[in-house]
């Protein structure tokens, strides 16, 4: 049962670098997101898809580019890495059901670090 | 822009003590989750409350979500150290997305 897996797990960037945080999940969910959460916080919604091809920005998606070309994995790439960058990033995916009802299920999260 | 906030933002108890945190917004949410993080982990659903005035119960924890679905509450009976986390609420955008409150970092203390 893996679920939705995250790599790397931790990850040290220079400023200015890129790098693309992987994502993937096999439960056939059609809904992926990608948060953020900083130190002693709650988490911040930075890009979502509702399916493959298609994607929408969340709260705070500058600096942050996604994709969803398959169903199963949904990549998130930083160009330019900056300080403000630093932090927990979360994947999740879900599978809404009839009545509101939309279960999350999270990976273990990316912990990324721009000196 | 939606918002959820969260109260307490920290609390601190003792075993054994009961305890309520809550969830409030000024705006409506087709249903709204409450997870639980530990260090280094991933958010573990608890539950999910869909119906407005909806009670759920999950052992010692007890759910409900508010009338008007604007807001909900985590009341714990008889705190464990085991319950020691942050405790996250989240509102659903009618399936589209989810806005996350800043949670309330609960300690439990044996």
């Known amino acids: 049962n893996a679920g939705v897996t995250q790599t790397p797990k931790f990850r040290i960037l220079k400023i200015g670098q890129s790098m693309t945080l992987q994502c993937a999940q096999d439960m056939n969910h059609n809904y992926m997101y990608w948060y953020r959460q900083d130190p002693g916080m709650g988490l911040k919604l930075i890009y979502y898809s509702v399916g493959a091809g298609i994607t929408d920005k969340g709260e705070v998606p500058n600096g942050y580019n996604v994709s969803r070309s398959t169903t199963e994995d949904f990549p998130l790439r930083l160009e330019l890495a900056a300080p403000s960058q630093t932090s927990v990033y979360f994947c999740a995916s879900s599978l809404p059901r009839g009545g509101g009802e939309n279960i999350q299920y999270f990976g273990a999260g990316t912990r990324l670090s721009v000196l | 822009t939606q918002l959820l906030e969260q109260s307490p933002q920290f609390l601190s108890i003792q075993e054994g003590e009961n305890l309520t945190v809550y969830c409030n917004s000024s705006?409506?949410?087709?249903?709204l989750q409450w997870y639980r993080q530990e260090p280094g982990e991933g958010p573990v659903l608890l539950v999910t409350?869909?119906?407005?005035?909806e009670v759920k119960k999950l052992k010692r924890l007890t759910f409900q979500f508010g009338d008007a679905r604007k807001d909900s509450s985590l009341h714990i009976t008889a705190a464990q150290p085991g319950d020691t986390g942050l405790y996250l609420c989240a509102g659903a955008n009618y399936g589209q997305n989810f806005v996350f409150g800043p949670g309330t970092r609960l300690s439990v203390l044996p």
């Open positions: 705006s409506v949410f087709s249903s």
């Open positions: 409350v869909v119906t407005g005035g």
